[in-house]
């Protein structure tokens, strides 16, 4: 199983302090927290894509590309992809030139975004949102798998006899999780493709993300991928810790009763209850965690928010050490230890490309002889 953190690199003032990062100062933070989620030994580090204020990251590939060049393990991914406003074409060469200087670690998660007013920024209608992630993202799989592509869509101009350079890494396209929080049509667009399906449940019940997870397994089933316990799954978490839990939940509260996500609204407690969000001691972490498999089953892949609402880049590095140091390899064991051997890991640029090569193998050993192959073996 993967573990991981992923930021939505928001800007916000501190409210134990009255002191607000500058933009610069916010993205150079994200990539030290990239570097550190390495160094303590976590899997995934994931980057949001926003176009507004107040977050930063509009440009995910040029981040994620200057983490890579300081780097060498760690899989770099998105916790948002626009597919509905980027252009697939962009997204195709941009991703492919990212996994070549990753040397494949390179993952990404399709998404609608958190705004409306994204899609007239960039000549798009949101009444077309549903349709918009269909279309673009069957152009840009053709992309990545065909050498030269003829297409005409809805939505974009068409394309003929078009090859998106570079080609992916080893012939092998980044893999795709798809990101919703409410969309059944995206839990059966990560079904019908076999691709991963990412429910950052942050904000909502356990029961809404129960529905939404069951709801890609049967489907993915059905499209033939697999059993339903076998469909590549992901969560998100969010998480505070300290020592014991009383330090925690008063050293976070002003950060969560201020945050302009949910800030003002209902109370840490109520807040903790009802969705994932655990402020506590890292056993309380673990064991919160733990839970999320009997509701959910066995999955591939979690990544925790560790560094929104104002929070000092010095406290979330305490995060990460906590995290990699008591809290990851607990999860890693327990969870390898109940997880049945037919259900797979989350899928990495390696055993991508080895699937690829057995199938390649495969096709040729099915070819039919040719009759200069059964001339030949006869002299």
């Known amino acids: 199983m993967q ?7 928001d800007v916000t003032t501190d409210p134990t302090t009255g002191t607000t990062v500058s933009e610069g100062e916010r993205i150079k933070a ?14 995934v580090f994931a980057q949001g894509e926003h176009h507004n204020p107040p977050f930063v990251p509009s440009s995910p590939t040029t981040q994620l590309g200057f983490i890579a060049a300081q780097t060498s393990k760690i899989i770099l991914s998105t916790s948002t992809t626009l597919i509905t406003t980027n252009d697939p074409v962009k997204i195709a060469e941009d991703y492919a030139m990212l996994q070549h200087l990753a040397d494949g670690r390179v993952d990404l998660m399709m998404g609608r975004g958190n705004t409306g007013p994204v899609y007239p920024w960039f000549g798009q209608d949101i009444r077309n949102g549903i349709q918009l992630a269909v279309e673009n993202y069957a152009l840009l799989r053709r992309l990545w798998r065909e050498e030269v592509v003829d297409w005409e869509g809805k939505f974009r101009t ?22 919703s929080i409410r ?5 059966e667009q990560a079904a019908y493709y076999g691709d991963g399906f990412f429910h950052n449940n942050i904000f909502w019940p356990i029961t809404h993300t129960k529905r939404m997870i069951e709801l890609y397994r049967q489907r993915f089933e059905h499209y033939g991928h697999g059993a339903a316990d076998q469909a590549i799954v992901g969560l998100g978490g969010q998480i505070f810790m300290r020592k014991n839990s009383q330090d925690a939940v008063r050293e976070f ?8 996500v949910y800030g003002h609204g209902p109370s840490l407690e109520d807040f903790s209850r009802e969705t994932p969000l655990t402020v506590g001691s890292p056993q309380e972490v673990i064991e919160r965690t733990l839970s999320f498999r009997e509701h959910f089953g066995d999955y591939q892949r979690q990544l925790f928010l560790i560094d929104h609402a104002g929070l000092p880049l010095k406290t979330v590095l305490e995060q990460l050490d906590i995290l ?18 037919h259900v797979p890991d989350a899928p990495t640029h390696a055993s991508l490309k080895a699937a690829a090569e057995r199938a390649r193998d495969l096709e040729t050993i099915e070819e039919p002889p040719t009759v200069a192959a059964v001339e030949e073996s006869s002299r």
Do not use: C
């Open 3 to 9: 573990f991981g953190v992923f930021s939505v690199g």
């Open 253 to 260: 509260r002003p950060y969560f009763d201020n945050a302009p």
């Open 30 to 43: 994200m990539v030290r927290i990239a570097l550190k989620a390495e160094e303590v030994g976590l899997d």
């Open 158 to 179: 068409p394309l003929q006899a078009f090859t998106s350079t570079p080609r992916p890494l080893d012939d092998v396209p980044p893999f795709v999780w798809h990101g």
């Open 183 to 187: 969309s059944p049509e995206i839990a």
């Open 324 to 341: 990699g140091e008591e809290v990851v390899p607990v999860l890693r064991k327990e969870f390898a230890a109940l997880k049945p051997a």
